[in-house]
């Protein structure tokens, strides 16, 4: 179990770290810039939101799910909303992390939270622009924390999500990345199972979200969901469907783009801890996003063991960050929960 919350942590790090290095740039102008496919830590160009970061750097990602995490762990695995609120306000002092990367969604919420007075805006109010993947991208802790409760999972996924998103698309989203990584991080997870629980997931997550949070435009995250599956289950070589996940899906901010387009990457690698997320660091765009979805995932699947072995070492020191303790710290909890595979529920 700690091996696979340890996975689970460094692919989502690892996939941030890298896809800084590639975002918003196209698969050929990434292969253009660097003379290769993206496979490491690499410096970020100086044309890219991730300039000035030195290799293994993080960006909004990882980061944000680490202190998350963090604060969450520190109260003993209890989910409130006043514990997220608090460790993003805790994340957004950490200039590094927070000044260059942060989200306008995500930016307006800690500013409330902070006490600053904000003004209603005038004219069109509709929030289209909020169902984003920013709070997915912090999500996977929590589907950690609930190993093997999947239900569980979505249910604290909610509450972690409506502090900055709260849309029904965008709580979708961030269900089906919790619920994945749940399943995955079980002894007997496959492929199968873990998209399953995505699937699951992101429809829970829509049901709910329709009851309690806001309504927005937007394509349906499970149904672009099913569509990237079938593209990472089908035929072809992984470099072929990340070409085709990244025409026929996108591989953008928004959540019914970056999160089917991480399950399919995941789908596409046969969960291959690494696979996942070089198909993600080297599909362009929203790289460092996708990747650090598609590494969580894949990770906790498949363990700590399965990365190159500089991989962590590098993460820590470069950020600052205790990620072998948060790790601990997770298993811990997880240990005494007593980790077990969640009741599922069908609407």
């Not at 599909?283 to 699947?301: E, K, R, S």
Request: aromatic share 8%; charged share 25%; with cysteine.
């Amino acid at each position: 179990m700690y091996n696979r919350i340890l996975g689970g942590l460094i692919g989502a790090g690892a996939g941030d770290a890298m896809g800084a290095a590639t975002e918003a740039r196209t698969t050929e102008q990434i292969l253009e810039y660097f003379g290769h496919e993206v496979t490491d830590f690499e410096t970020p160009p100086m044309d890219t939101f991730g300039a000035g970061n030195v290799p293994g750097q993080l960006t909004d990602d990882f980061s944000s799910a680490y202190f998350v995490a963090r604060h969450i762990t520190d109260h003993d695995g209890i989910v409130t909303e006043k514990i997220v609120q608090e460790a993003m306000i805790e994340w957004s002092e950490h200039k590094e992390f927070f000044d260059r990367f942060a989200g306008p969604t995500t930016r307006l919420a800690i500013r409330k939270y902070k006490g600053e007075k904000i003004e209603k805006p005038k004219g069109v109010q509709l929030v289209t622009r909020q169902a984003t993947n920013g709070a997915a991208m912090k999500i996977s802790p929590i589907g950690l924390l609930n190993a093997g409760n999947v239900d569980g999972a979505i249910r604290d996924a909610v509450t972690v999500t409506m502090v900055t998103h709260d849309n029904y698309l965008a709580i979708s989203g961030g269900c089906a990345v919790a619920a994945a990584v749940s399943r995955a991080v079980m002894p007997d997870a496959d492929v199968y199972n873990i998209l399953q629980a995505g699937l699951y997931g992101a429809k829970e997550g829509e049901y709910i979200g329709r009851e309690i949070a806001r309504d927005v435009a937007g394509p349906s995250v499970v149904k672009r969901m099913e569509m990237a599956i079938d593209i990472g289950l089908g035929r072809g070589t992984p470099e072929e469907k990340m070409i085709e996940l990244g025409h026929r899906i996108g591989a953008g901010l928004h959540v019914a783009e970056a999160i089917p387009c991480a399950f399919g990457f995941f789908a596409a690698n046969r969960g291959d801890a690494l696979g996942s997320i070089i198909g993600a660091v080297n599909v362009g765009y929203d790289t460092d996003t996708i990747a650090t979805m598609a590494g969580a995932m894949a990770g906790a699947f498949q363990g700590a063991d399965k990365y190159p072995k500089h991989f962590l070492p590098v993460l820590e020191e470069v950020n600052h960050l205790e990620i072998t303790k948060l790790a601990e710290d997770i298993t811990r909890i997880v240990d005494k929960k007593g980790y077990r595979l969640g009741r599922r529920r069908t609407r």
